[in-house]
Nanobody, 124 residues
Framework: QVQLVESGGGLVQPGGSLRLSCAAS????????MGWFRQAPGKEREFVTG????????YYADSVKGRFTISRDNAKNTVYLQMNSLKPEDTAVYFC?????????????????WGQGTQVTVSS
């Protein structure tokens, strides 16, 4: 049974930074793609970024390019989302997800496993 647990969310001022973590357990994720999605109240869940575990290839939504960075730690089976230059519009619940797909997909339905989400609030 695959489990994904997000952590690291919180309240931060505009322009600040946060690092989210997604701890994965239950399987080796060497053949998986890991993604981050976010969902604000009343809005659709949207793709933020994803990484192919095996080779580290990455893909970012245009809205976060240059500000967010996804990375992985093989020893810890953990994927990270470093968020810099945060904006109020980044406020959302952030979800970690995983899929056996061979490329990063930007649509939530491609992902089979999901974490519980962690709240990120960007506000003065």
């Amino acid at each position: 049974q695959v489990q994904l647990v997000e952590s690291g969310g919180g309240l931060v001022q505009p322009g600040g930074s946060l690092r989210l973590s997604c701890a994965a357990s239950g399987r080796s994720f060497s053949s998986y793609v890991m993604g981050w999605f976010r969902q604000a109240p009343g809005k659709e869940r949207e793709f933020v970024t994803g990484i192919k575990w095996s080779d580290g290839s990455r893909y970012y939504a245009d809205s976060v390019k240059g500000r967010f960075t996804i990375s992985r730690d093989n020893a810890k089976n953990t994927v990270y989302l470093q968020m810099n230059s945060l904006k109020p519009e980044d406020t959302a619940v952030y979800f970690c997800a995983a899929t056996r797909a061979t490329v990063v997909h930007a649509t939530a339905r491609w992902y089979d496993y999901w974490g519980q989400g962690t709240q990120v609030t960007v506000s003065s």
